[in-house]
C-alpha cells in the first residue's frame, strides 16, 4: 500500500492594533479576499486559518459577505485577542486574552477553538498552564524549537506533548522547509517536497505548514506571483490530484494519530526573530556564525546549537519598548486590583499588550509612531479611568523600569509629567489625558544589525536565483536614501527639557540633583552659576521654571522633544504668529521666539509652547533608520526643538509652558 503523507495547512491574518485604514483595506483587497475566495472554490482542500481579534472585528464589519465564506470552510484557531507574546504578560491577562477571542469566535462561528496560534511562535513553558486553563488543547511552533531539544527533522512528522504545573498541550512542528518554499517556490516543486515526506512505518506523516497569509498577496511580488500567475489554484489542484497527500484539519489529524511523546521545548522563537534580538555587535557575529555554517555545509547539523537571543531582550535592548511595557505591567496590576470586572478597562488593556510595537526585526514595529501610539492611547486611556476608580498620589517616585534609575511621576486630572532621574531632570512621558496621547512617545537612535547591509552600499536587492519569488528576508533593497549622519547613534533617550551650558569653548549638559521636598525641584552647578528648576502642572499647562545665580555667563539651552501624530505629514504644522511657515517635517529658525503652536490635525489637538524670555528657536524633525518588507527606510519619530539665551539676557527667571489645547 502506498504510503500517504497528512497536509496540514494554516495560515495566519494579523494586522497591528491602530494600523491606518487604507493600509487594512489593500490588505483585503491584495490577499485577504483572493485567498478566501480561491480556497472557497475548492472545498476538499482542508486548511485552519487564525485571525488576530482586532483584525477580524474589523473584517467582520466592513466586508461581511468574504468573511462569510470561512463559516464552512475553515477550522479556526485562537491565541490572545490583540495578538500579545504571550510569555511577556500576566498569567491572567494571558488567560483573559484567550478566553476573549475564543468567546468571539464562538459568537460569530459558532464554535470554540480547540488549537491557538502562537504569536511569533515566542515558547515559554510559562504560557502552558493559562493556554490550558483558556480551553486551548494545541499550539503551532517551529520545528527548530523541536531541534532545539536534539530531535532529527526526520522525527518532526506528527504532534508531541508537553506538560507544566500539571496541565497538558499538544505542540504541532512547523516546517521551516515548508516555509521557504509556500509561495516562493514553484508549485509542483513545493508538492514534489511535500510528497518525498510520505515514508513507510507506524502512524501517518504529517507536513505541517502554518504561516503569514500576507505571504499571499502582499510581500513583494507575491500578489502576482500568488494571484495573477496562479501559484495558489495550481498549487491546490496539484495537492488534490496527488495520490499521496491528504489535506487535513489539525484536529482531524490529532484525532486520528496519537502523540509522538513527551518533549519540553526550550525558550526560544523562530531562527530570525533570536537574531534580531541582539544588540547589533552581537547579531552581526550571530549571522556570521550562521553564514559560516552554511557555507560549510553544516548549518542543518549546527543550527539547533546557534540560539542568538530570546524575545525578552526587546526589553533590553530598547529603552523605549521596556518603558511601555513596565507601564503595561503597572497598570495590568491596578485594574486586577479593582474588585469586579470592568470590560472597557480590560479592552483597553488588552490592547496595550498588542506585539507589534514592543520590537523590530524585518517588519517596522517598534520604529512605526503609529503602532506606539495605539499602545500608549490605550495606557493613557485605562490610566485615566483607573485614576477615577482608585484614585493615586499627585506625586510619586519609583524606578518603573527596573533599570536603577528612579523617576518622579507628577499628575493632575489633565497631564502627566514623568521626570527621569538621571540627572538630567528631564521628561521621558508627557501624557494629555483629554486626547489620549503622549507627546514623549520618541525612539532614539541607535546601530542597527542591518547597518552592517546599508554601509555596504547595496541600492538594489539581490537577484533571485532560479524559479519562483525571493522571499522578503532575502531582499535588499532602498525605499529612502540613506546618509552616514542618518545612522549616527543617539547618546541618550529622546527625552524633553534636557538642558545645557554654552559658551565660546563649547558646552555641557546640565547635572541636577533633586532637592528633598514634596515638589519637583532641582538643583544644578557650573563654574559660574547654579540653576533651580522646577516642574510644575496647572490644568493643562505644564510649567518649567529655571532660576539663575551666580556670574550670569554663557548661554543656557534645552531641547524638547515632542512626538505629535502627523510626523512630516500634511496635518501637522507650526502656527507663528496667525501664519504657518512650515510643517513638522522641515527645518524651522525662529528668532526672538515667545510663542509657537504646533497644531496637528490627527490629535485633534495642539500642543502651545511658550517663553518669558525671547528665544532662538532651532526646530528639526527627527528620524531614524529602519527595516521593512518594503527595503530601508527613514521614519520621522519626533519634532526636535532646541532653544537657547544669553544667561545675562535672561536674568534671574526663566519660564517655558507648554499647554495642551484640544479642538471643539
Not at 536614501?481 to 549638559?509: C, K, M, N, V, Y
Amino acid at each position: 500500500m502506498t504510503q500517504t503523507v497528512a497536509l496540514l495547512f494554516g495560515v495566519h491574518a494579523h494586522q497591528p492594533v491602530g494600523n491606518f485604514p487604507e493600509v487594512l483595506e489593500d490588505a483585503h483587497r491584495r490577499c485577504y479576499r483572493p485567498f478566501i475566495h480561491t480556497l472557497h472554490r475548492f472545498p476538499a482542500f482542508r486548511f485552519a486559518a487564525h485571525f488576530s481579534g482586532w483584525l477580524l472585528d474589523y473584517l467582520l464589519e466592513k466586508f461581511p459577505e468574504d468573511m462569510r465564506l470561512l463559516q464552512d470552510m475553515v477550522a479556526l484557531f485562537g491565541a490572545g485577542d490583540t495578538e500579545p507574546v504571550l510569555a511577556v504578560i500576566p498569567a491572567r491577562d494571558r488567560v483573559g486574552q484567550v478566553r476573549a477571542l475564543s468567546d468571539k469566535l464562538e459568537r460569530r462561528f459558532g464554535a470554540r477553538p480547540r488549537g491557538a496560534w502562537l504569536t511569533e511562535r515566542v515558547w515559554e513553558a510559562t504560557v502552558v498552564p493559562a493556554l490550558a486553563d483558556a480551553g486551548i488543547e494545541y499550539v503551532t511552533v517551529d520545528d527548530y524549537h523541536f531541534l532545539c531539544t536534539g530531535r532529527q527533522s526526520g522525527e518532526l512528522t506528527g504532534y508531541f506533548t508537553t506538560e507544566e504545573d500539571g496541565r497538558r498541550l499538544d505542540l504541532f512542528p512547523i516546517s521551516e522547509a515548508l516555509r521557504y518554499r509556500l509561495p516562493f517556490a514553484p508549485a509542483a516543486e513545493a508538492v514534489r517536497y511535500i510528497e518525498g515526506l510520505a515514508q513507510a512505518g507506524a502512524g501517518q506523516p504529517a507536513a505541517i505548514y502554518f504561516d503569514d497569509i500576507e505571504k499571499f498577496g502582499i510581500w513583494p511580488e507575491t500578489y502576482e506571483w500568488v494571484y495573477e500567475r496562479g501559484w495558489l489554484t495550481e498549487f491546490i489542484q496539484a495537492v488534490l490530484a496527488s495520490p499521496v497527500i491528504r489535506p487535513m484539519r489539525f484536529d482531524e489529524y490529532r484525532e486520528r494519530e496519537r502523540t509522538r511523546g513527551v518533549i519540553y521545548v526550550p525558550t526560544t522563537s523562530y531562527i530570525e526573530m533570536n537574531e534580531w534580538t541582539l544588540p547589533a555587535e552581537a547579531a552581526n557575529h550571530y549571522a556570521d556564525l550562521v553564514a559560516r555554517a552554511k557555507q560549510e555545509g553544516r548549518f542543518d547539523r549546527d543550527k539547533p546549537f546557534l540560539r542568538g537571543g530570546i524575545w525578552k531582550n526587546f526589553f533590553s535592548r530598547y529603552p523605549e519598548s521596556n518603558w511601555m511595557h513596565k507601564r503595561m505591567l503597572e497598570l495590568s496590576r491596578r485594574l486586577h486590583a479593582l474588585p469586579g470586572r470592568h470590560g472597557e478597562m480590560h479592552q483597553l488593556l488588552y490592547q496595550a499588550q498588542a506585539n507589534d510595537a514592543y520590537w523590530h526585526g524585518l517588519f517596522g514595529g517598534l520604529y512605526l509612531p503609529h503602532l506606539r501610539r495605539a499602545v500608549y492611547r490605550a495606557i493613557v486611556r485605562l490610566e485615566a479611568l483607573l485614576d477615577q476608580a482608585a484614585p493615586r498620589p499627585a506625586r510619586e517616585r519609583k524606578d518603573l523600569d527596573l533599570d536603577g534609575v528612579d523617576e518622579l511621576f507628577l499628575h493632575n486630572a489633565a497631564l502627566q509629567a514623568v521626570v527621569k532621574l538621571d540627572g538630567s531632570a528631564s521628561l521621558c512621558e508627557l501624557d494629555a489625558y483629554d486626547l489620549g496621547h503622549n507627546f514623549g512617545d520618541t525612539l532614539a537612535r541607535q546601530t542597527e544589525h542591518y547597518y552592517r547591509r546599508i554601509h555596504a552600499g547595496n541600492s538594489v536587492h539581490a537577484p533571485h536565483v532560479g524559479e519562483g519569488i525571493a522571499s522578503a528576508h532575502d531582499r535588499v533593497s532602498f525605499k529612502h536614501a540613506i546618509r552616514a549622519e542618518d545612522l549616527t547613534p543617539d547618546a541618550h533617550w529622546r527625552s524633553s527639557f534636557r538642558d545645557g551650558w554654552l559658551d565660546e569653548e563649547g558646552g555641557q549638559p546640565l547635572q541636577y540633583r533633586m532637592l528633598d521636598g514634596a515638589g519637583a525641584v532641582f538643583e544644578a552647578d557650573t563654574e559660574f552659576m547654579q540653576v533651580r528648576k522646577t516642574y510644575t502642572l496647572d490644568g493643562s499647562r505644564l510649567e518649567v521654571e529655571y532660576r539663575f545665580s551666580g556670574s550670569l555667563r554663557g548661554r543656557f539651552t534645552t531641547e524638547l522633544n515632542l512626538a505629535l501624530p502627523s510626523c512630516d505629514g500634511p496635518a501637522g504644522r507650526y502656527v507663528l504668529a496667525g501664519r504657518i511657515p512650515g510643517g513638522f517635517g522641515q527645518p524651522l529658525a525662529v528668532h526672538a521666539l515667545e510663542e509657537i503652536e504646533l497644531s496637528d490635525d490627527v490629535l485633534g489637538g495642539s500642543l502651545v509652547l511658550r517663553v518669558t524670555q525671547p528665544a532662538e528657536l532651532d526646530a528639526r524633525p527627527h528620524h531614524t533608520v529602519s527595516q521593512s518588507e518594503a527595503g530601508f527606510e527613514k521614519i520621522m519619530q519626533a519634532v526636535t526643538l532646541r532653544l537657547t539665551w544669553p544667561v545675562a539676557a535672561v536674568g534671574e527667571r526663566l519660564v517655558i509652558s507648554l499647554e495642551v489645547r484640544r479642538r471643539a
